[in-house]
């Protein structure tokens, strides 16, 4: 699967943007998803994932109740609602893909990578 991410942007402290993740090939629905992202001179760190068919979801603590993982599998597509948006929420973000069940929270797991979306919050 090969996956574009896009719906970056600037944005003031407070804001919101919409990420999406848009997946090519078959079988999207096979495939748990997540969000990551990586700040510079920082390593990157999970965002949020959600399950194959969406009924399970999970997110970080600081990003908890701000941001909302869901995906819509006839369009092949996963999104990243953010809202409240602070200053150090900037960074690259990057969907990933991975053909398991459930979700999962560490970059190792996941097999395919988007090419990165940058969100910048200013202050």
């Known amino acids: 699967v090969q996956l574009q991410a896009s719906g970056g942007g600037l944005v003031q402290t407070g804001g919101s943007l919409r990420l999406s993740c848009a997946a090519s090939?078959?079988?999207?629905?096979?495939?748990?998803m997540g969000w990551f992202r990586q700040a510079p001179g920082k390593e990157r760190e999970f965002v949020a994932t959600?399950?194959?068919?969406?009924?399970?979801?999970y997110y970080t603590d600081s990003v908890r109740g701000r941001f909302t993982i869901s995906r819509d599998n006839a369009k092949n597509t996963v999104y990243l609602q953010m809202n409240s948006l602070k200053p150090e929420d900037t960074a690259i973000y990057y969907c990933?893909?991975?053909?398991?069940?459930?979700?999962?929270?560490?970059?190792?797991?996941?097999?395919?990578w988007g090419q990165g979306t940058l969100v910048t919050v200013s202050s």
């Open positions: 959600i399950s194959r068919g969406g009924g399970s979801t």
């Open positions: 090939g078959r079988a999207f629905s096979t495939y748990r």
């Open positions: 990933a893909a991975d053909r398991d069940y459930g979700t999962a929270r560490t970059p190792e797991v996941f097999d395919y």
